[in-house]
């Protein structure tokens, strides 16, 4: 299967008008990558509360985001995320994640996200590098 970088991605891409335009900067030499986002309500569960798959969603980005580059091709083999905190609407947020570990073709990353400095989600995931 050929993967290629889209810009109509639901969570990144700047051509998707449904999306969440997330602008992610990427610490290449950390392996890291981080974000701030205020979710819209049209993504809530719950009145006020982002659903959890829109959160899970950021999660998984933004570890992908710590995992690859745009040279770099890889999916999400496995993903484990821990809510902690409900997520409000209309609220900025930080989304962070980082490779932990590499073995091979698979990465493990860590993610979070928080409210000022409240832990509202955390994710462990194993990204794999398409050869």
């Known amino acids: 299967m050929e ?3 889209s810009d109509k991605c639901f969570v990144c891409g700047k051509n998707n008008v449904d999306g969440l335009h997330l602008d992610i900067h990427r610490d290449n030499e950390k392996l890291c990558a981080e974000a701030e986002i205020a979710v819209p309500d049209k993504f809530c569960g719950w009145e006020g ?3 959890g798959g829109i959160i899970s969603t ?4 933004i ?4 995992a690859f580059t745009h040279d770099q091709k890889g999916v999400t083999g496995e993903i484990s995320v821990r809510f902690r905190k409900p997520m409000p609407s ?4 930080k989304v962070e994640g980082c490779v932990e570990s590499q073995k091979g073709r698979v ?3 860590v993610g979070k996200i928080t409210l000022d400095g409240v832990l509202i989600a955390e ?3 194993k990204m794999v590098r398409l050869d």
Not at 58 to 61: A, F, R, S, V
Not at 90 to 93: D, E, I, L, P, T
């Open 3 to 5: 993967v290629n970088f």
């Open 49 to 51: 509360i982002i659903h």
């Open 58 to 61: 950021l999660l998984d980005e």
């Open 63 to 66: 570890m992908a985001y710590a």
């Open 90 to 93: 209309n609220k900025k947020v």
């Open 107 to 109: 990465l493990c990353t």
């Open 123 to 125: 994710a462990t995931a």
